[in-house]
């Protein structure tokens, strides 16, 4: 398969098309992770299909201070990743194709969720990101987009703008690629020293220390429920509880304070690694630890159920970096 370079809107709408059309949107310096993404487009899309991949480095979503200029620009070796990942066209526009006005006046708005967590710490980002996406969206038409759950708030907000405003496409969201190390997969770690990584592993070693903390939690929850109400129910229990606590001591690594347990045991575990890290050289400096609701990204509370996002972010010299795990909290028995 040769993947077509196209630089306008018009080149890309000439294009014949059958069946559905998929595309993936990036800003560039493709990595695997990008490339798990074309591949699932191209399975979605199937051989009748088309998959479009979007070049675009959006200077609306970077704030003041940001790495606009920093950000890496590798459209040929971008080319040859999404070539080899299934894509039929590279849709790798100018920043005058996408705002041949200047910078947009009309923009749209990420409201309440947009200002929590990323929004907090970079004002106007989502605003920016759901602008480039609503046009790139119309620009591209496609029938299915897809977005990485890596970014967690992102996925969430592109898919409350096309339900709120009628956008017509399908979003699938596709679970965060990791290395072999449990790194997320980012165009930023390229910035990271050898000694600046190792620290920048506390976050994904922060979400594992909750996710097996909850873990641990839940299983528990299944084996007292298995324990029938009998007079020997307290002391089966402790038994349990004495054993899983032994299992389970390697990977929470720290215990949490007593009597905690639920969100916020996880939040706790993983916490404890993030203030390790911040003692580190280099060190970790962390923007928040979210454990929230999907739906709002509001904080979750402590009898909550459901599905819920551990989301982390931090800065580890000059690069900052997110990373984020789902989870999910059943019913009290």
């Not at 005058?96 to 749209?108: A, K, L, N, S, T």
């Not at 045991?265 to 390790?276: G, K, M, N, Q, T």
């Amino acid at each position: 398969m040769t993947t077509t370079l196209l630089r306008t809107a018009d080149e890309l709408h000439a294009r014949v098309r059958h069946g559905r059309r998929v595309v993936v949107m990036t800003m560039g310096a493709l990595h695997e992770g990008h490339a798990t993404l074309i591949r699932t487009a191209r399975e979605i899309a199937g051989a009748e299909g088309e998959v479009v991949v979007t070049v675009f480095v959006n200077p609306l979503q970077f704030g003041r201070g940001e790495d606009l200029d920093r950000y890496p620009r590798t459209l040929d070796a971008d080319l040859k990743i999404a070539e080899a990942a299934g894509a039929d066209v590279v849709f790798a526009p100018s920043a005058d194709e996408v705002y041949p006005g200047g910078e947009p006046q009309v923009r749209i708005s990420a409201g309440p969720m947009g200002e929590r967590l990323e929004g907090a710490f970079r004002p106007g980002h989502f605003d920016g990101m759901l602008t480039v996406v609503g046009k790139l969206l119309h620009l591209t038409r496609p029938d299915v987009a897809l977005y990485g759950q890596k970014d967690a708030q992102q996925l969430a907000l592109i898919r409350r703008m096309v339900r709120d405003l009628n956008f017509g496409v399908e979003i699938v969201g596709v679970p965060t690629v990791r290395e072999d190390d449990g790194l997320a997969l980012s165009s930023r770690n390229r910035f990271l020293s050898a000694d600046e990584r190792r620290t920048a592993l506390a976050l994904s070693q922060a979400l594992f220390a909750g996710r097996d903390r909850h873990a641990a939690q839940e299983a528990l929850r299944a084996r007292a429920r298995e324990v029938p109400a009998t007079r020997a129910r307290a002391e089966a229990l402790s038994a349990i509880g004495e054993s899983r606590a032994a299992a389970d001591a390697h990977a929470v690594a720290k215990a949490t304070p007593a009597g905690t347990s639920g969100p916020a045991a996880v939040r706790c575990v993983a916490r404890l690694v993030l203030e390790e890290a911040a003692r580190l050289q280099p060190p970790l400096a962390l923007d928040y630890l979210g454990l929230v609701d999907p739906s709002d990204f509001t904080e979750i509370p402590d009898d909550f159920t459901g599905e819920a996002v551990l989301a982390v972010a931090a800065r580890v010299g000059s690069t900052r970096l997110i990373d984020n795990i789902p989870l999910t909290f059943g019913a009290a028995s």
